[in-house]
C-alpha cells in the first residue's frame, strides 16, 4: 500500500517566521498534490504538482516536487496568522484513481 | 464557479440505521469519489466510480456500503447498517477526466452514529 508521510504533525510558528513542512511518499508518483483544510471546513486545493522539479508559489507559500528522492516540500515564508490550518499533501496512484493522503501538519501562527 | 455539494451536512443516526449521504458533483465532471475523515485524522479513501461502475475500492468499502449515480446527476454512498467507527466526515469529490489530475471536494457530510 502506498504511504505518505508529512512532518511534522504540529507546528507552531510564530508571525514572520519561515517553516518548511515535508512530505514523504513510497511509490512512484509523479504527480503530487497541496490542501488546506480550516476545522470543520472541506479540502481546498493549493498546488498540483505534476512534474520532477515542480515548484509552485502562491503568496507565502511555495511547494515544490522532487519524485526521485519520493519527496514534496511546502515551504512558509514570514508566515501570518491567516495561514494557521491543517496541510495535507496527496499523491495519486498510477490509474490517477484515487488519491493517498499523508497525516496532515497542523499549523499554528502565533501572532 | 461550480461547486460539488453534499447533503446533509450533518447526519445523526442509531446504530444499525441505513443511511444515505447525498452528492451533488460539478455537471462536467466524470470521475466519482467518496472519502472519510474521521475526526482529528487522515483523509482516507473509499471509493471512485466512472461511467456507472465502481473503479476501485478501499478495504474499508466493505459489503455494508454502496454507492449509486441514479439519475445522472446526484452520486450517493449508502451506509445499510451503520457501525459507531462509522462516525466520521464524508467527502465527495469529482474530476473532469483522468487527464485532469486535480480532484474537487465537496464541504463534506458529518455523520454520528450513537
Known amino acids: 500500500e502506498l504511504k505518505v508521510e508529512q512532518n511534522p504533525l504540529f507546528l507552531s510558528m510564530q508571525e514572520g517566521k519561515n517553516y518548511t513542512i515535508y512530505c514523504n511518499y513510497s511509490?512512484?508518483?509523479?504527480?503530487l498534490y497541496w490542501y488546506r483544510q480550516d476545522p470543520g471546513k472541506s479540502l481546498e486545493s493549493l498546488f498540483v504538482l505534476l512534474s520532477n522539479g515542480a515548484v509552485k508559489q502562491e503568496g507565502r507559500l511555495m511547494a515544490s516536487l522532487d519524485t526521485k528522492a519520493r519527496l514534496s516540500t511546502l515551504h512558509i515564508t514570514a508566515a501570518v496568522h491567516d495561514l494557521s490550518a491543517t496541510y495535507f499533501c496527496?499523491?495519486?496512484?498510477?490509474?490517477?484513481?484515487?488519491?493517498?493522503f499523508g497525516t496532515g501538519t497542523s499549523l499554528t501562527v502565533i501572532p | 464557479e461550480p461547486e460539488v455539494t453534499q447533503t446533509p451536512s450533518h447526519q445523526v443516526t442509531q446504530m444499525g440505521q441505513e443511511v444515505i449521504l447525498r452528492c451533488v458533483p460539478i455537471?462536467?465532471?466524470?470521475?466519482f469519489y467518496w472519502y472519510r475523515q474521521i475526526l482529528g485524522q487522515k483523509v482516507e479513501f473509499l471509493v471512485s466510480f466512472y461511467n456507472n461502475e465502481i473503479s476501485e475500492k478501499s478495504e474499508i468499502f466493505d459489503d455494508q456500503f454502496s454507492v449509486e449515480r441514479p439519475d445522472g446527476s446526484n452520486f450517493t454512498l449508502k451506509i445499510r447498517s451503520t457501525k459507531l467507527e462509522d462516525s466520521a466526515m464524508y467527502f465527495c469529490?469529482?474530476?473532469?477526466?483522468?487527464?485532469?489530475?486535480?480532484?474537487?471536494f465537496g464541504p463534506g457530510t458529518r455523520l454520528t452514529v450513537l
Open positions: 496527496a499523491v495519486d496512484t498510477r490509474t490517477g484513481n484515487q488519491f493517498y
Open positions: 455537471s462536467n465532471h466524470l470521475y
Open positions: 511509490t512512484t508518483s509523479d504527480r
Open positions: 469529490a469529482g474530476r473532469p477526466s483522468l487527464g485532469y489530475n486535480e480532484q474537487f
